[in-house]
């Protein structure tokens, strides 16, 4: 089984701040890992994932995370907020070899103050 | 590339009543996921089909089931609506043996019961 806690389900951060959003999951087996953004009245749209190799994975819009097994966090963060950044962000976990769906965490509202 | 669509983008129903929302993947794609994201309380999954064939189903009581059909589109059904119901059905696509590379979603319904 597999679970995903967001810490803060509300996060504000200023124009041109680091934003960072915490994200930590507990799985069985080696996990795959993805952040999604949403934007008021759309769906989920797919920010980056980590599946195997490289730990830093770089996504879309300047955004980045990193896995790390020790503290079995998934982080995101971006070194410079931009007023387009404000939406919601769920991160997800899916069992590595395993055709299972994607658990997803309860989300985290990012607002950016200008 | 068609993305998944969703249609009614928005579904007004009356307790007691049925609701059909209906799910188009992305061409290629085999399975299909559908979430309900309940204000407040983030996207949880409902049910997954691929191939025709439901592969595995959330913590949701049986009127809410679904099929899917030989082109890989598929239905949500609600029977007896409650209040409760009320949410946006999110449903996404992906490769069966690349559910580890995460979903494309859809922009969802928006069911409401008065």
């Known amino acids: 089984a597999q679970s995903v806690t967001q810490l803060g389900s509300h996060v504000s951060v200023s124009e041109g701040a680091l934003v960072l959003l915490r994200c930590n999951y507990s799985?069985?087996?080696?996990?795959?890992l993805f952040w999604y953004v949403q934007y008021p009245n759309q769906g989920l749209q797919l920010l980056l994932k980590y599946t195997t190799g490289a730990t830093l994975v770089k996504g879309i819009n300047g955004f980045e995370a990193e896995f790390k097994k020790s503290e079995t966090s998934f982080h995101l963060t971006k070194p410079s907020a931009h007023m387009s950044d404000a939406a919601e962000y769920f991160c997800?976990?899916?069992?590595?070899?395993?055709?299972?769906?994607?658990?997803f965490g309860s989300g985290t509202q990012l607002t950016v103050l200008p | 590339e068609a993305g998944v669509t969703q249609s009614p983008t928005h579904l007004i129903k009356t307790r007691g009543q049925q609701a059909t929302l209906r799910c188009s993947p992305i061409?290629?794609?085999?399975?299909v996921y559908w979430y309900q994201q309940a204000l407040g309380l983030g996207l949880q999954f409902l049910l997954w089909y691929d191939e025709g064939e439901e592969r595995n189903r959330g913590n949701f009581p049986p009127r809410f089931s679904g099929r899917q059909f030989p082109n890989y589109s598929s239905e949500l059904n609600v029977n007896a609506l409650e209040l409760e119901d009320s949410a946006l059905y999110l449903c996404a696509s992906s490769l069966r043996t690349s559910t580890n590379y995460g979903y494309t979603f859809g922009s969802g319904t928006r069911l409401t019961v008065v």
């Open positions: 061409s290629g794609h085999t399975s």
């Open positions: 997800a976990v899916s069992p590595y070899g395993s055709a299972r769906q994607l658990t």
């Open positions: 799985s069985s087996v080696p996990p795959y």
